[in-house]
């Protein structure tokens, strides 16, 4: 069987280190192998309209701001397909069949959709096309015959949900759809970093998120005020390492070369973790310290972005030709799906056949 990954962003902001550990890093690695015979990621516009039906044009802008971090974290069009999920007409039909083997009550049972009506203020009057979402995220991944879906553990439930609609179509109507795996980021730091704030929702109106476009000044500002250990009051106090957003960030960032480069005093993490439980280690350090991995590993995501951003019209075009090639894929699971449905009327002689010798034998 084919090795296929696919996996997608909603554009409604842009991209930040949340998204880079929790996912991206991952996708460009596994691109890079060579493993996968088709890479598929999608920017989720129509995803995205679902919770701002009234605001279409933050939408809008967004899609360049996704496509330009995409290609800046190493995303490589010649590798990976790039799509607009809503320029692919075949995924909103899918969506509609697969609506036939979903009950209400097992969407209301999604946790994540759960959490996510009670954070917009939707519990007296949810929009369909929210409350339907996990749906068309099973038409999303199935489209594209996935067998690999490398997301957050937010998106475990819409992969659960995914498998179910596989299951009950294949068994309804015989074997078409492809199951696919999850995969999840590879420590817990990198599958729920929390805001600088320490606060567990990174979000642009809390101004808790670190883009991966920010300039090396902001870099800088946000670390510094990081949250950290507030009983960790003199550098001789035993420091806690527990929902210590700086040691957080540290698990999902740092990698061995950095202590011989910006902390020689320190052989690796363990030890300077040792040492701050103990008492002695200042936070000051800690940030210094992690400020400097930081800049490190954003520096060149910046500056290819910087690149990019000078040839916008380039990168429309790529996102052109990206959704078109996917959109052939789309179209053939969808002919797979209508014609084990049986609604394919006219491209199916036998039926026609049939339908005439049931009034000629009369
Ligand atoms: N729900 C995902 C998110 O909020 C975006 C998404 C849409 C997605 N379709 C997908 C992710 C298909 C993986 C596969 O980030």
Do not use: W
Request: hydrophobic share 35%; charged share 30%.
């Amino acid at each position: 069987m084919k090795k296929i990954m696919l996996t997608g962003d909603r554009p409604t902001g842009k991209l930040h280190v949340g998204h880079y550990v929790g996912s991206l890093r991952r996708r460009v690695e596994l691109q890079n192998t060579g493993d996968f015979d088709e890479i598929f990621i999608m920017i989720a516009d129509a995803q995205a309209l679902t919770d701002n039906a009234d605001n279409p044009e933050k939408v809008r802008q967004n899609i360049i701001e996704v496509a330009l971090d995409y290609l800046a974290c190493g995303l490589d069009p010649e590798k990976s397909t790039i799509l607009i999920q809503s320029q692919i007409p075949e995924l909103c039909e899918l969506s509609f069949y697969y609506m036939n083997l979903v009950t209400v009550s097992r969407l209301q049972r999604n946790p994540t959709v759960k959490s996510e009506i009670q954070m917009r203020n939707f519990e007296a009057s949810i929009p369909v096309g929210f409350f339907t979402y996990p749906i068309s995220q099973a038409a999303d991944i199935t489209a594209f015959k996935a067998t690999v879906v490398p997301v957050g553990e937010d998106q475990m439930p819409m992969l659960e949900q995914t498998k179910e609609i596989v299951h009950k179509f294949n068994s309804v109507y015989g074997e078409t759809l492809v199951e696919p795996k999850i995969l999840l980021p590879e420590n817990q730091a990198c599958m729920r970093l929390p805001g600088t704030d320490g606060k567990a929702k990174m979000s642009k109106s809390l101004g808790n998120c670190i883009y991966l476009s920010e300039e090396p000044d902001e870099i800088k500002k946000k670390v510094f005020s990081m949250f950290t250990d507030p009983n960790h009051i003199r550098i001789e106090d035993p420091g806690s390492l527990e929902g210590n957003t700086v040691f957080t960030y540290l698990d999902a960032f740092c990698r061995p070369e950095y202590f011989p480069e910006f902390l020689p005093e320190y052989e690796n993490l363990d030890e300077l973790k040792a040492h701050y439980q103990r008492g002695g280690l200042g936070d000051m350090k800690v940030k210094r310290f992690l400020n400097n991995v930081l800049q490190a590993e954003l520096e060149p995501i910046r500056n290819r972005r910087k690149e990019f951003q000078k040839d916008i019209p380039a990168v429309y075009e790529m996102l052109k030709a990206g959704t078109e090639k996917a959109e052939k894929v789309a179209a053939e699971t969808l002919r797979d799906v209508k014609a084990a449905m049986k609604i394919n009327y006219f491209d199916d002689e036998e039926l026609v056949r049939m339908q005439t010798a049931k009034y000629t034998e009369e």
